[in-house]
């Protein structure tokens, strides 16, 4: 009887302390409403004839009231209707759809005291809305009731999950993958104070780890390792492949959910996430049933694309739908002051950063960073076992910034803010959590290829093969050179003699295979879709005589891999340099790219979807650049410098990733650590061995429509 007695008392008390805070709100957001009516000439909270200040302040108590109502019951049901609008629609939107529901608060006046017009309507309800925010965090700090369900509002959570639920209190475990932070830019980052909350972590005792991708270094090929434990068979960001006659790009959701797909069906097991996982802002779902802003998942269609969840999480409350569209805003200014400022000091290199990339880059760094930390947060709250997130905002500027500089380091102090938020709302999750901080691939620096050397990849190779390239790559020292080459070639191959029977050899066809050519970071592929198999170098040399010696031997091309009938396959390099990749060592033409090139590249041959040629850019140890065959200033996807490097930072209590002197290689490799540290939390009770076996129906990830297979599975 005394507990229950006590038990009511404390439920009065928290009623008690709600009604004063939801009082306090209101009445700040009355003299808020107040004071912008008298500032705001088009803002009015009177009748024509004026009324008594009371009159008028009871006028703007019924409208902030009516306001905050509107905003409580009516706003989440607009959020959820518009669920299929794109983000960065979603996010423009938010401005006009609160002013909407405050011209409908004004409407609700008796007497028609309150009228704004549009516009004004607008900035008044993001200024109510803004104000309404900071004061009920304000009367929350010391609460602690209070700021937990403050986090559950924000988080679409309306209570923590019941303890009952949970047979023991063993801790959860919280992976945050910081995208395109290498090992080298986190150093940095604490040495100069950009990141306190890593460097007290550092401090406490946790242990940084660096770790080395496979060649394809980038999200699509080391996310697929990290959750679903296989990325065979991902030679790169988007290649084509011939039996399917599809071309798979990493970040479309057709590709995405077919890469899961595979390695579901290698493994036999859902992924790292399978049991009381959520997956959050990823390209790949971990086999997690909690979804957010996850693009394997994106491609399905109705209630069961659960992926958008994330978003009405977030929005429904206008408070952090403002206060995000509002920052959305803010870095959109932001991206077009540092992209001029870059303009006008001459600043190389530099790639254009114009069109929709402001709004690109505001996505990523704000609308993703918010709904993804939100989403995160209320999975702790909830008590679930395991979280894999990525925060993308470094990885999406640094592609258009350069991975070192002034806008980068904006970016990461943002990160560490948003990884000190999780961590303090961990303390007020029900259960322990252990945050390990991780990252997919780092990014190396450098001009351009196409502004090194004055024209494309995709261009250098249609001269190679002795086709029509614009005019201007013919003035270029390389174009010119690699035509001169391609006649010579041809003259020399039409005059060759004929074989012993009188017939001449079947080595050219009557007309050249047109080269389908893809750029990933510093990684290129060129593929020639009419032919149904790898072609070998012997083939491609009876089509294109002057092709490969023209791509080996330019300055901007570190080396070539390409089967061969005589060798299986080689590498190629300048000065002449040929080597079987069955006899490749760190030595010789991959010395440069650093111990484990040899490694990666023999794997990556053995694909059954590599190209035809797979061209990596040169690498200059001395400066850490690379030249990307896209329009990015700091790549990744291919060998060379940073971008081979990312880090894992754990905390002391779980198990080294690595015995003393071992170094952890691939994102394969990667996941069996997480699935080693998910065991000794006493997580998700993944198989201690991935060999291969049919998949069960099940396991597989839900999508509706058909599914290309893969052909060689």
Same mark, same amino acid.
């Given at each position: 009887?005394?507990?229950?007695?006590?038990?009511?008392?404390?439920?009065?008390?928290?009623?008690?302390?709600?009604?004063?805070?939801?009082?306090a709100v209101w009445a700040v957001s009355t003299l808020t409403m107040l004071a912008l009516a008298g500032l705001l000439p088009d803002f009015e909270l009177q009748s024509?004839?004026?009324?008594?200040?009371?009159?008028?302040?009871?006028?703007?108590?019924?409208?902030?009231?009516?306001?905050?109502?509107?905003? *409580?019951?009516?706003?989440?049901?607009?959020?959820?209707?518009?669920?299929?609008?794109?983000?960065?629609?979603?996010?423009?939107?938010?401005?006009?759809?609160?002013?909407?529901?405050?011209?409908?608060?004004?409407?609700?006046?008796?007497?028609?005291?309150?009228?704004?017009?549009?516009?004004?309507?607008?900035?008044?309800?993001?200024?109510?809305?803004?104000?309404?925010?900071?004061?009920?965090?304000?009367?929350?700090?010391?609460?602690?009731?209070?700021?937990?369900?403050?986090?559950?509002?924000?988080?679409?959570?309306?209570?923590?999950?019941?303890?009952?639920?949970?047979?023991?209190?063993?801790?959860?475990?919280?992976?945050?993958?910081?995208?395109?932070?290498?090992?080298?830019?986190?150093?940095?980052?604490?040495?100069?104070?950009?990141?306190?909350?890593?460097?007290?972590?550092?401090?406490?005792?946790?242990?940084?780890?660096?770790?080395?991708?496979?060649?394809?270094?980038?999200?699509?090929?080391?996310?697929?390792?990290?959750?679903?434990?296989?990325?065979?068979?991902?030679?790169?960001?988007?290649?084509?492949?011939?039996?399917?006659?599809?071309?798979?790009?990493?970040?479309?959701?057709?590709?995405?959910?077919?890469?899961?797909?595979?390695?579901?069906?290698?493994?036999?097991?859902?992924?790292?996430?399978?049991?009381?996982?959520?997956?959050?802002?990823?390209?790949?779902?971990?086999?997690?049933?909690?979804?957010?802003?996850?693009?394997?998942?994106?491609?399905?269609?109705?209630?069961?694309?659960?992926?958008?969840?994330?978003?009405?999480?977030?929005?429904?409350?206008?408070?952090?739908?403002?206060?995000?569209?509002?920052?959305?805003?803010?870095?959109?200014?932001?991206?077009?002051?540092?992209?001029?400022?870059?303009?006008?000091?001459?600043?190389?290199?530099?790639?254009?950063?114009?069109?929709?990339?402001?709004?690109?880059?505001?996505?990523?760094?704000?609308?993703?960073?918010?709904?993804?930390?939100?989403?995160?947060?209320?999975?702790?709250?909830?008590?679930?076992?395991?979280?894999?997130?990525?925060?993308?905002?470094?990885?999406?500027?640094?592609?258009?910034?350069?991975?070192?500089?002034?806008?980068?380091?904006?970016?990461?102090?943002?990160?560490?803010?948003?990884? *000190?938020?999780?961590?303090?709302? *961990?303390?007020?999750?029900?259960?322990?959590?252990?945050?390990?901080?991780?990252?997919?691939?780092?990014?190396?620096?450098?001009?351009?290829?196409?502004?090194?050397?004055?024209?494309?990849?995709?261009?250098?190779?249609?001269?190679?093969?002795?086709?029509?390239?614009?005019?201007?790559?013919?003035?270029?020292?390389?174009?010119?050179?690699?035509?001169?080459?391609?006649?010579?070639?041809?003259?020399?191959?039409?005059?060759?003699?004929?074989?012993?029977?009188?017939? !001449?050899?079947?080595?050219?066809?009557?007309?050249?295979?047109?080269?389908?050519?893809?750029?990933?970071?510093?990684?290129?592929?060129?593929?020639?879709?009419?032919?149904?198999?790898?072609?070998?170098?012997?083939?491609?040399?009876?089509?294109h005589p002057a092709l490969l010696r023209t791509l080996a031997h330019h300055p901007g091309v570190g080396f070539v891999l390409v089967a061969s009938d005589e060798h299986?396959?080689?590498?190629?390099?300048?000065?002449?340099?040929?080597?079987?990749?069955?006899?490749? !060592?760190?030595?010789?033409?991959?010395?440069?790219?650093?111990?484990? !090139?040899?490694?990666?590249?023999?794997?990556?041959?053995?694909?059954?979807?590599?190209?035809?040629?797979?061209?990596?850019?040169?690498?200059?140890?001395?400066?850490?650049?690379?030249?990307?065959?896209?329009?990015?200033?700091?790549?990744?996807?291919?060998?060379?410098?940073?971008?081979?490097?990312?880090?894992?930072?754990?905390?002391?209590?779980?198990?080294?990733?690595?015995?003393?002197?071992?170094?952890?290689?691939?994102?394969?490799?990667?996941?069996?650590?997480?699935?080693?540290?998910?065991?000794?939390?006493?997580?998700?009770?993944?198989?201690?061995?991935?060999?291969?076996?049919?998949?069960?129906?099940?396991?597989?990830?839900?999508?509706?429509?058909?599914?290309?297979?893969?052909?060689?599975?």
């Amino acid at each position: 009887m005394g507990d229950g007695r006590w038990g009511g008392a404390e439920r009065w008390r928290s009623a008690g302390r709600t009604v004063t805070r939801v009082v306090a709100v209101w009445a700040v957001s009355t003299l808020t409403m107040l004071a912008l009516a008298g500032l705001l000439p088009d803002f009015e909270l009177q009748s024509a004839d004026g009324d008594s200040l009371t009159r008028t302040a009871l006028t703007a108590a019924t409208a902030a009231g009516a306001f905050g109502l509107l905003g *409580a019951l009516v706003w989440p049901v607009i959020v959820r209707a518009l669920l299929l609008v794109p983000a960065l629609v979603l996010g423009v939107l938010v401005f006009f759809l609160n002013g909407s529901l405050l011209l409908v608060a004004l409407w609700l006046i008796p007497d028609g005291r309150g009228a704004a017009n549009p516009e004004t309507a607008v900035v008044v309800a993001a200024v109510m809305s803004a104000v309404a925010s900071a004061t009920s965090t304000a009367l929350a700090v010391r609460d602690d009731d209070a700021y937990r369900r403050r986090l559950y509002r924000l988080t679409g959570r309306t209570r923590p999950r019941d303890p009952a639920d949970l047979p023991e209190v063993v801790p959860g475990t919280v992976f945050l993958q910081l995208d395109g932070v290498g090992h080298h830019v986190l150093r940095g980052a604490v040495a100069d104070g950009l990141m306190p909350t890593v460097a007290g972590w550092l401090d406490a005792g946790h242990r940084l780890t660096p770790w080395r991708t496979d060649w394809s270094s980038q999200t699509g090929a080391s996310q697929l390792g990290i959750l679903h434990g296989s990325n065979e068979d991902v030679p790169a960001f988007r290649w084509y492949e011939k039996d399917t006659g599809r071309l798979m790009v990493s970040n479309r959701p057709a590709s995405a959910v077919e890469l899961q797909r595979r390695a579901v069906h290698r493994t036999g097991d859902g992924g790292l996430l399978t049991v009381d996982g959520a997956s959050r802002g990823n390209l790949f779902s971990g086999g997690a049933d909690q979804l957010a802003l996850v693009l394997s998942m994106a491609a399905r269609r109705g209630r069961r694309n659960r992926s958008r969840a994330g978003y009405f999480a977030y929005f429904s409350d206008p408070a952090n739908a403002v206060r995000t569209a509002g920052s959305l805003v803010a870095e959109c200014g932001r991206e077009m002051f540092q992209s001029t400022r870059a303009r006008l000091r001459r600043e190389t290199p530099r790639v254009s950063r114009g069109g929709l990339y402001p709004f690109v880059r505001a996505f990523a760094t704000v609308v993703e960073r918010d709904v993804v930390v939100s989403a995160v947060m209320g999975d702790m709250l909830a008590g679930r076992t395991a979280v894999y997130a990525d925060l993308v905002a470094y990885d999406e500027v640094a592609h258009h910034s350069g991975p070192h500089g002034r806008d980068t380091d904006q970016v990461l102090r943002r990160l560490d803010r948003a990884v *000190a938020l999780i961590a303090t709302v *961990a303390e007020h999750a029900p259960r322990p959590y252990r945050i390990v901080l991780l990252s997919d691939h780092g990014q190396s620096p450098g001009e351009t290829f196409e502004g090194a050397y004055g024209l494309t990849l995709k261009e250098l190779v249609r001269a190679g093969c002795g086709l029509p390239v614009p005019r201007r790559v013919r003035r270029t020292r390389s174009g010119s050179e690699a035509r001169d080459a391609a006649r010579d070639a041809l003259r020399s191959a039409l005059h060759r003699p004929v074989d012993e029977t009188g017939e !001449a050899a079947r080595e050219l066809p009557a007309r050249p295979s047109e080269p389908l050519v893809l750029a990933s970071g510093n990684l290129g592929l060129v593929s020639f879709p009419d032919v149904p198999h790898r072609m070998t170098r012997e083939e491609i040399d009876r089509r294109h005589p002057a092709l490969l010696r023209t791509l080996a031997h330019h300055p901007g091309v570190g080396f070539v891999l390409v089967a061969s009938d005589e060798h299986g396959s080689v590498v190629l390099a300048r000065d002449g340099v040929e080597v079987p990749v069955a006899e490749l !060592a760190d030595a010789g033409p991959l010395a440069v790219f650093g111990p484990g !090139a040899a490694q990666a590249v023999r794997r990556t041959d053995g694909f059954p979807h590599v190209a035809d040629i797979m061209v990596n850019s040169m690498y200059d140890p001395a400066t850490g650049t690379v030249h990307a065959f896209e329009e990015q200033i700091g790549s990744h996807g291919g060998l060379g410098g940073e971008q081979s490097h990312p880090f894992l930072l754990s905390p002391p209590d779980l198990s080294p990733p690595v015995a003393p002197g071992e170094e952890l290689v691939g994102a394969e490799r990667v996941h069996r650590v997480l699935r080693r540290w998910l065991r000794e939390s006493s997580g998700p009770q993944v198989p201690l061995e991935t060999a291969p076996h049919p998949a069960r129906p099940d396991r597989r990830p839900p999508v509706d429509g058909p599914v290309v297979r893969d052909g060689n599975h």
